[in-house]
């Protein structure tokens, strides 16, 4: 079972940008998946990104074009880069591992492993 730790959550205004970090343990499997997720008060979580060990990625539509996920894996770390951000934004973000499947959409949720989130709050 792997260790997953988010960090570099905070407080920007609207149109500034953060960069989420996730750092990671256990994920060289030529079938796993890593991805963001978030959840905002009184609302479902919901899938933000994903990236596989091929390098494929996926998006949600709220997210396309302002956000970008990537992975160090000399660091074995994954990010999140968020750019444009808009007070829809805001809500906890976690980041999820899963050892097989690869990605398919930001909608499944069958992850192995669960960070403890970080808060991103953007301000209007």
């Known amino acids: 079972q792997v260790h997953l730790v988010e960090s570099g959550g905070g407080s920007v205004q609207s149109g500034g940008s953060l960069r989420l970090s996730c750092a990671t343990s256990?994920?060289?499997?030529?079938?796993?998946?890593m991805a963001w997720f978030r959840q905002a008060p009184g609302k479902e979580r919901e899938g933000v990104a994903t990236?596989?060990?091929?390098?494929?990625?996926t998006y949600a539509n709220s997210v396309r074009g302002r956000f970008t996920i990537s992975q160090d894996n000399t660091k074995n770390t994954l990010y999140l880069q968020m750019n444009s951000l808009k007070p829809e934004d805001t809500a906890m973000y976690y980041c999820?591992?899963?050892?097989?499947?690869?990605?398919?959409?930001?909608?499944?949720?069958?992850?192995?492993?669960w960070g403890q989130g970080t808060q991103v709050t953007v301000s209007s």
């Open positions: 256990g994920y060289t499997s030529s079938n796993y998946c």
């Open positions: 999820a591992a899963r050892k097989w499947g690869g990605c398919i959409n930001v909608y499944d949720q069958r992850y192995d492993d």
């Open positions: 990236v596989s060990s091929s390098g494929y990625t």
